[in-house]
Nanobody, 126 residues
Framework: QVQLVESGGGLVQPGGSLRLSCTAS????????IGWFRQAPGKDREGVSC????????FYADSVKGRFTISKDTAGNTAYLQMNSLKPEDTGVYYC???????????????????WGQGTQVTVSS
């Protein structure tokens, strides 16, 4: 049984940083594409970043480019999302997701992913 567990969320001031972690069991990230999504109250879930299992390409939403970095450990057990220069509009519940294959043109579509974590809250506020 696949389980993804996110951690590292919290309350941070604008301009601050957080690193989210996603620990997998029953699945190895070295053979799966990793996605990070977020959902703010009253809004649809949106794709934040993806690390492709096909060629290691990294994709980012325009709103986070240059501020967020997706990565994983070499063993493929844990994925990360480093978030710098955080803004109030980054507030939301952040989810990690995994899929054996994600088409590069559709990486930000939740339907592409087979497995999901339960989410971790990130609040950016002064």
């Amino acid at each position: 049984q696949v389980q993804l567990v996110e951690s590292g969320g919290g309350l941070v001031q604008p301009g601050g940083s957080l690193r989210l972690s996603c620990t997998a069991s029953g699945l190895n990230f070295n053979g799966n594409s990793i996605g990070w999504f977020r959902q703010a109250p009253g809004k649809d879930r949106e794709g934040v970043s993806c690390l492709s299992s096909y060629d290691g390409s990294r994709f980012y939403a325009d709103s986070v480019k240059g501020r967020f970095t997706i990565s994983k450990d070499t063993a493929g057990n844990t994925a990360y999302l480093q978030m710098n220069s955080l803004k109030p509009e980054d507030t939301g519940v952040y989810y990690c997701a995994a899929a054996q294959y994600v088409h590069s043109g559709s990486w930000s579509r939740p339907i592409q992913y087979e497995h999901w974590g339960q989410g971790t809250q990130v609040t950016v506020s002064s």
